[in-house]
């Protein structure tokens, strides 16, 4: 057994899109699983932009997995997902609630044509409350669960750099449906569940610390509200780069810092003594430390808290965090053509990283072979006819596309 696809023989009906459960169910693929993702015939999945698989983000997210084009605005394909239904461990979907209940595709449908089936639900702010059946996007997760509040100074939000809230959510997803796989196996009658979150639920991973700190201080956390706590600095170098800094509460680590920098005097001086003192006069300590790390290379500044044992971490650019030597040791990206790196899944089972050496499905490319395990050729080229599923891509589609990937 290959230890990194310890899901194999798991079987994963996916009826999603963007990020939150893609990313969710690309995952387990990696783990082994086989993900079947249902698509509309026209354009599929919104992240192919009009690109098939030339399209980075729909390959980020869907490599691996297998592709039917089902219009499921049509009677006959609903038909058609229901007859697949009971062929499946997991059933994941990320529409708006109530959605799929009303396509006969719900938990409760799934579940009663499949008793063993895991159904995960995820939406924007769960199946009831006020906000039920308001769209969320990215940025709406982070703006509602506090991440937009948190990361900037006081009356001063903005926008965040990257889409933390999908990302959360379908780590959160996917954490979800491996419970209730383990769940299922330990159950003696083999049952399946329901299991629901949303992108504002899945936050409260991610701002967990900045409650308790709201909790103990009763001050609303902001951008700096945790560095005299942390005792950590972000620092710019005299040649222009950037060096953060971390210290926390040990003694130890204060008084290697105040070796590197040379600065014996910091170290008995009465505002920065203990750690208590230095979080009461963080803000004291912090211009003195910024002009020093002013006067030195970052080079040089590595150097020094190498040699004093300082816990220290260059501020990486993602161009420089995909070509550095521990990223590479670490085996975090698959390399593929076209430009297009797909990152691994953040473990090792038995000391290796599970590959994503997986090619992105063409819109519809295994409509046939996942019907004809239900259907009839002959049923299956009624609906194609009739425009309910269609087919798309292939071998010479995907040979095609592959060579101009190559050639970019």
Request: charged share 25%.
């Amino acid at each position: 057994m290959d230890p990194t696809k310890p899901l194999r023989g798991i079987r994963v009906l996916e009826l999603c899109g963007y990020i939150s459960g893609p990313y969710a169910t690309s995952i387990l693929a990696a783990l082994g699983a086989e993900v079947v993702k249902v698509e509309p015939p026209k354009g599929g999945d919104a992240f192919r932009r009009n690109a098939d698989i030339s399209s980075f983000y729909f390959v980020q997210y869907n490599a691996g997995k297998k592709s039917i084009a089902v219009d499921l605005k049509r009677p006959e394909g609903v038909a058609l997902v229901r007859k697949l239904a009971p062929q499946f461990d997991v059933v994941i979907e990320n529409n708006r609630p109530g959605k799929m209940a009303s396509l006969g595709l719900g938990p409760d449908e799934i579940r009663r044509l499949n008793p063993s089936a895991v159904y995960m639900s995820v939406s924007g702010f769960g199946d009831g409350g006020p906000w039920r059946d308001r769209a969320a996007y990215d940025s709406i997760g982070q703006s509602m669960g506090g991440i937009y509040s948190i990361m900037n100074d006081p009356d001063d939000a903005r926008l965040s750099g990257t889409c933390i809230g999908d990302l959360t959510t379908a780590l959160m997803a996917c954490m979800g449906i491996l419970a209730g796989l383990v769940g299922r196996s330990l159950d003696a009658k083999k049952e399946g569940l329901e299991i629901r979150t949303s992108i504002l639920e899945a936050m409260s991973a991610i701002t967990i610390d900045a409650v308790t700190q709201y909790s103990e201080s009763g001050v609303t956390p902001t951008r700096e509200s945790r560095h005299p706590q942390g005792n950590n600095f972000c620092l710019k170098t005299a040649d222009g780069e950037a060096i953060t800094i971390h210290l926390s509460s040990s003694e130890k680590f204060w008084t290697s810092f105040t070796q590197a920098m040379r600065r014996p005097d910091l170290a008995s001086d009465a505002r920065f003594a203990r750690y208590r003192d230095r979080m009461t006069h963080y803000f004291e300590l912090q211009p003195i430390v910024m002009a020093e790390f002013l006067k030195e290379t970052r080079a040089e500044w590595e150097r020094r808290l190498i040699e004093h044992d300082v816990p220290f971490a260059p501020v990486m650019t993602v161009a420089a965090l995909m070509t550095d030597p521990q990223t590479q040791w670490l085996d975090m990206m698959e390399p593929t053509t076209g430009g297009n790196p797909l990152v691994r899944p953040p473990w090792r089972f038995s000391g290796v990283r599970p590959d994503r050496n997986f090619a992105a499905p063409h819109l519809g490319e295994h409509t046939r072979e996942i019907a004809a395990s239900v259907l009839s050729q002959l049923e299956i080229d009624q609906l194609v006819a009739s425009g309910v599923i269609a087919q798309f891509g292939g071998g010479e589609a995907r040979a095609k596309t592959e060579m101009s990937l190559v050639g970019e």
